[in-house]
């Protein structure tokens, strides 16, 4: 059966022009970006500094806030002062390379997930000051040693500090205050010998 050419013409042009305008079709954003943009959709709104936050491309390397290492793994989420209104996530375990988690001021509520430790194993940053984080300072926190960094401060945590702090040996910042937390302060703070500021 002959093939009208202006039929197949029309096709093809048509084609083109849809491959030209939507080059995203034919790519799929890794599960680090999937991750990202999941938890993007369970805060309570849409921030404006996440516009750039999208699944249009193959990676999350050019989003706002987001740093990758050469490879293209995310080595850094720094949003501080970007109203979040919403929970700390809880499906980073993709993103197992993050070193430093940047979310101060963000009016993050819930808890510290105890996962946290599984999840980023090789954070050396992690300020979540400011905010009105409740419950406990999980002790799986002492087990992140890469941590050079902890800023705590200024949210409506309870409970005493974990002995387990004295495991932190990497620890440079330890901010907690201006929080509701009880009981001594661990003797095994002297660990620390890295310690500048508490």
Request: aromatic letters at 8%; hydrophobic letters at 40%.
């Amino acid at each position: 059966m002959p093939v009208n050419p202006w039929t197949l013409s029309s096709f093809l042009l048509l084609s083109s022009a849809l491959v030209f305008l939507f080059p995203f079709a034919a790519s799929a954003l890794n599960q680090q970006g999937q991750a990202l943009l999941s938890w993007r959709r369970s805060l309570d709104g849409f921030p404006e500094g996440l516009n750039s936050w999208d699944s249009t491309n193959e990676t999350p390397c050019g989003w706002f806030g987001i740093t990758c290492d050469p490879s293209n793994e995310v080595v850094s989420l720094e949003l501080s002062y970007v109203d979040l209104f919403g929970k700390l996530p809880s499906n980073f375990t993709s993103l197992s390379s993050l070193k430093k988690l940047i979310l101060s001021g963000t009016n993050l509520t819930g808890s510290i997930q105890k996962e946290i430790d599984t999840a980023l194993p090789q954070l050396t940053h992690l300020d979540l000051s400011e905010n009105a984080l409740t419950g406990e300072i999980p002790s799986e926190l002492c087990i992140l040693t890469s941590l050079e960094e902890l800023h705590l401060n200024s949210n409506q945590l309870e409970g005493s500090i974990p002995i387990e702090i004295g495991n932190l040996t990497n620890l440079k910042w330890l901010l907690l205050y201006d929080n509701q937390l009880s009981g001594s302060v661990p003797s095994t703070i002297g660990r620390l010998r890295y310690l500048e500021v508490i």
